[in-house]
């Protein structure tokens, strides 16, 4: 049954991951010849005219955009946890649904496995492709700054671990959620709308003290790239809570699966 | 016999919407049981609740003496389960429909997938998509079958295959009562259920109005009476029966007393003319559901 799983998973997994190499592939092969001397002082001068704590939003008080390995760091890997968070928003809300919103559920519960072993196996599946999302994601990168010039590679390696600690809650949360629904039609308003609720909360706590609060309502604030490149190291609090909410979800999600309805 | 099934007041709701009101039947081990019903009686309701499709609000299921877990792999594999409407993987072939199907099973299926797809005449190269209904249905009666289960549930099983086809499903299926597998046949189609079944329960706005042996309601306490007389009027108040027609001088009743209270009570009147027909399962059918 994962065979299968991973069969039909295959294609939306090669799609998501096709638009993120693709996209950094193209920056890696023209940033060298877009980014000569002038134009790298013309973009630092251009920044300074931005309010620090935009800059701060987006992490690029910390490191300057003037080389790749700064673009990837900052406007890179805010691009990464926002494709990687949709990516897991989407498997979490489909992989279990699918079957019902397809009507082949009925068929599926009529086999011999228990509704906990379907759900497992399409949870592990899921992560399975998410984890190799990052990983491609990670390996490419690594391979593409190697080529390119100069990076710190122990900041790198943390950095490119980073977008595990939200996508494993935004998937637990969104699988979650499709055990109370029937269509998957509904599912891709939700899981849209929760990665951007969660990276705007995130990316607001970040310009004020006043609002900072808000960071605490924010899957996002678990992949805490800031603090990676100022102490090159993880939160372990980060891991914890990520896998708190994760472990959360996932049995909640067993529990209401084992009660749900099929509705005609 | 022993009881492969029985279900005790069953109570479904959907909300303040009634699914089944009370459902009790019995089911003995090779049994082919009719579940007669007009739409919305409650008949797939039944169905999905015994597969564990639907959480029931009261009452309970026995398999084989045994509260049902219906989600319990060891109980799914003595069950065959056809629904109504077949929707199956669009991706996969018949091939490998039939591969993941048998995958899942310890025992061995191929022997039976074989003969099953041979007297049914399936393309096992055909993919799903590409499939009319009553080919899908075929394929689905396989995937019921295949695993050669000890009750088999079938949801209006017929609907979509054509009369050759039809004929070679009733003949399998009398193969497996033959083998000793149960089987609860739901349709609307009443000759068929005549025919194949043994026992039959009516089931009327959720609700199991009348359950019995085939054997018993074709001999059933009803009959047609038709009188042909000018009394009519004071035959009517008198045998105090269910009219199904009336004209001037003919009435026709639903009649259930017995030959010799009928005799006394029509004797003191002038009767022209007197017919007693047998009631056939489609025109119970019909008294029932009016």
Redesign the interface.
């Known amino acids: 049954m994962i065979k299968r799983e991973l069969k039909i998973n295959l294609k939306s997994f090669i799609i998501w991951t096709s638009i993120l190499v693709g996209m950094f592939l193209v920056v890696f092969l023209i940033y060298p010849y877009i980014l000569t001397d002038e134009t790298a002082k013309s973009l630092d001068e251009m920044l300074k005219v931005f309010p620090p704590e935009l800059l701060k939003s987006f992490n690029m008080d910390l490191a300057s955009i003037n080389s790749a390995y700064g673009w990837l760091k900052t406007e890179g890997f805010m691009f990464i946890l926002l494709i990687v968070g949709f990516y897991s928003s989407f498997m979490g809300a489909n992989i279990v649904l699918k079957e019902e919103n397809d009507k082949t559920i009925e068929y599926l519960y009529s086999l011999p496995i228990k509704r906990n072993k379907i759900m497992t196996n399409k949870i592990i599946v899921a992560l399975i492709y998410i984890v190799s999302l990052v990983l491609i994601l990670g390996i490419f990168n690594y391979i593409a700054l190697l080529i390119s010039g100069d990076f710190n590679q122990k900041e790198y390696l943390l950095l490119s671990i980073t977008p595990i600690f939200i996508a494993l809650p935004l998937f637990a949360i969104n699988l979650f959620i499709s055990t109370f629904l029937h269509k998957t039609k509904k599912t891709v308003g939700i899981s849209l709308g929760l990665v951007f609720i969660f990276y705007l909360l995130n990316v607001l706590s970040e310009t004020s003290k006043n609002v900072e609060i808000l960071k605490y309502f924010s899957i996002y604030t678990l992949a805490d790239i800031r603090n990676v490149i100022l102490k090159t190291a993880i939160n372990p609090i980060n891991i914890l809570i990520s896998l708190g909410i994760t472990i959360l979800f996932i049995i909640c999600s067993y529990i209401r699966y084992n009660k749900k309805e099929l509705v005609n | 016999m022993n009881t492969i099934l029985e279900i005790k007041h069953l109570k479904k709701y959907y909300g303040n919407n009634r699914g089944v009101e009370d459902v009790s039947l019995k089911i003995n081990e090779g049994d082919i049981y009719g579940f007669i019903g007009p739409n919305g009686a409650g008949k797939s309701t039944t169905l ?1 609740s015994i ?5 029931i609000s009261s009452g309970k299921i026995l398999f084989n003496d045994e509260e049902l877990n ?5 109980i ?2 003595k ?3 056809l ?1 109504s ?7 996969m072939t018949v091939k490998e429909i039939f591969d ?2 048998e995958s ?2 310890e025992r061995d299926l191929s022997k039976r997938r074989k003969e099953l797809v041979h007297l049914l005449k399936i393309d096992e190269n055909k993919k799903i998509e590409d499939l009319s209904l009553g080919n899908s249905k075929k394929v689905g009666i396989v ?2 079958l295949m695993h050669e289960p000890k009750l088999l549930i079938l949801d209006e099983p017929t609907s979509g295959l054509d009369p050759i086809m039809q004929n070679v499903f009733h003949n399998i299926l009398i193969e497996e009562q033959k083998k000793g597998t149960t089987i609860l046949y739901s349709s609307h189609v009443l000759s068929e259920v005549s025919n194949l079944c043994n026992k039959i329960g009516f089931i009327k706005d959720g609700i199991i109005i009348k359950e019995d042996l085939i054997e018993n309601i074709n001999k059933n306490d009803f009959n047609y009476l038709t009188i042909i007389s000018k009394d009519i009027e004071n035959i009517k108040k008198d045998l105090n029966l269910k009219v199904k027609e009336e004209s001037e001088n003919r009435i026709v009743l639903l009649c259930d007393l017995d030959a010799n209270s009928l005799i006394k009570k029509l004797s003191k009147y002038d009767i022209e003319k007197i017919l007693i027909e047998n009631v056939s399962l489609e025109d119970l059918f019909e008294e029932y559901y009016k």
């Open positions: 999905r597969m564990g499709l639907i959480n219906p989600d319990d792999p060891k799914k594999e069950i065959g389960y629904p409407e077949i929707n199956l993987y669009d991706d993941f199907h899942l099973f995937l019921a």
